[in-house]
């Protein structure tokens, strides 16, 4: 009798690719935003109005670079971080300026909460450990 075979360490789970997709999903958000504070402006800031852009294009990098470190097997960190900034901000946005955006408004604040529990998940914090410690290992 064969024992069975070790489960392959560079597959991710399930909830890390998951985690990935929604991340990507929820990267659009900041996107749409820097590009709607962009049109508004007209390319012209006064004071501190550069944030309106800089903050986006922050949590957008820091999203997608997130999803490449999670599929990697380097971090999961990155992606919870930035996924649950983002969902921080975009709830204290509405709470403080009223819920207007429907179905989309509820959208935006749970895809990257989801996608925060995707990534702290055991599963995926520990199949990111065994990939981190086979890459120093070998």
């Known amino acids: ?13 399930v909830p890390a690719i998951a985690a990935a997709v929604l991340g990507v999903l ?6 749409v935003f820097a590009l709607i504070a962009l049109a508004f402006s007209g390319g012209e800031f006064a004071g501190n109005e550069w944030l309106l852009i800089l903050v986006p294009l922050v949590i957008l990098a820091g999203l997608l670079v997130g999803v490449v470190l999670l599929l990697a097997g380097r971090s999961w960190l990155v992606l919870a971080l930035c996924a649950g900034a983002m969902a921080a901000l975009v709830l204290t946005g509405y709470l403080m300026g009223g819920w207007g955006g429907g179905a989309f408004g509820v959208l935006t604040v749970l895809v990257p909460l989801l996608t925060t529990v995707l990534a702290v998940l055991p599963r995926v914090r520990s199949w990111v450990a065994a990939r981190r410690s086979a890459r120093t290992g070998s």
């Open 1 to 13: 009798m064969h024992p069975a075979p070790a489960p392959d360490r560079r597959i991710p789970p």
């Open 26 to 31: 929820s990267a659009g958000v900041p996107a």
